[in-house]
Each structure stands twice: as structure tokens, then as C-alpha cells.
Nanobody, 123 residues
Framework: QVQLVESGGGLVQPGGSLRLSCAVSGRISSGTAMGWFRQAPGKEREFVAAASWSSSATYYADSVKGRFTISRDNSKNTVYLQMNSLKPEDTAVYYC????????????????WGQGTQVTVSS
């Protein structure tokens, strides 16, 4: 079974950057989609970004377009979320997730979730 382990979260000042990593273990099918979600205090979990394991297509929430970049290194079985120009409203627990297709992730549906990593943006 697929397992996901996030890392890279922490405390950063507004305008700063962080790179989250999601280490993927287990069997990954060619059509597997990878993505990131976040959940801020008192709010529902929301979609952040998604990418196919086998294609270059990427998708982003409007709130992070131009600031966040999802990428992957297939040889390392790792998915990344590069977060730049961070804002206090980006503060949340960030979760890595997988699904059969990116559309599922964009609709909030995932087959497997990571444990989450805390990102706090504050001065």
C-alpha cells in the first residue's frame, strides 16, 4: 500500500519561502495523481495543488497561483511543494495526498493521506 510522509514545515516570516517534501513508498501506478491540501485553524481542508505522476499537467488553487509550485522527482519517489511569498493566511497543516487522477484531488477526494506538516507564517 502507498504511504506518504511529509516534511519541511516550520515557522517562516511573511514573504519567506519553504519547500515541503512528500516521500512516497509502496506501489505507484502510472496514472497516480499527487497533490497537496491544507487545513487552517477553524476552516475546512482545501485543495492547494496537484500533479500527475506520469505527466506534466499541474493544477493550483487560485489563492496560491504564482506563489506555489508542485513538482516531483520520480527517481526519488518524492513530491515537492515550493512555497514562495508566504502570507499569514497560508498558515495551516499541509497534507500530501494521492488519488487515481488529478480531478479527484481537485474535488477533495484522495485515496491516501499523509500525516500532515505544520506551516506557520508569522512575524
Amino acid at each position: 500500500q502507498v504511504q506518504l510522509v511529509e516534511s519541511g514545515g516550520g515557522l517562516v516570516q511573511p514573504g519567506g519561502s519553504l519547500r515541503l517534501s512528500c516521500a512516497v513508498s509502496g506501489r505507484i501506478s502510472s496514472g497516480t495523481a499527487m497533490g497537496w491540501f491544507r487545513q487552517a485553524p477553524g476552516k475546512e481542508r482545501e485543495f492547494v495543488a496537484a500533479a500527475s505522476w506520469s505527466s506534466s499537467a499541474t493544477y493550483y488553487a487560485d489563492s496560491v497561483k504564482g506563489r506555489f509550485t508542485i513538482s516531483r522527482d520520480n527517481s526519488k519517489n518524492t513530491v515537492y511543494l515550493q512555497m514562495n511569498s508566504l502570507k499569514p493566511e497560508d498558515t495551516a497543516v499541509y497534507y500530501c495526498a494521492t488519488a487515481p487522477i488529478t480531478t479527484a484531488l481537485r474535488n477533495g477526494v484522495a485515496s491516501t493521506w499523509g500525516q500532515g506538516t505544520q506551516v506557520t507564517v508569522s512575524s
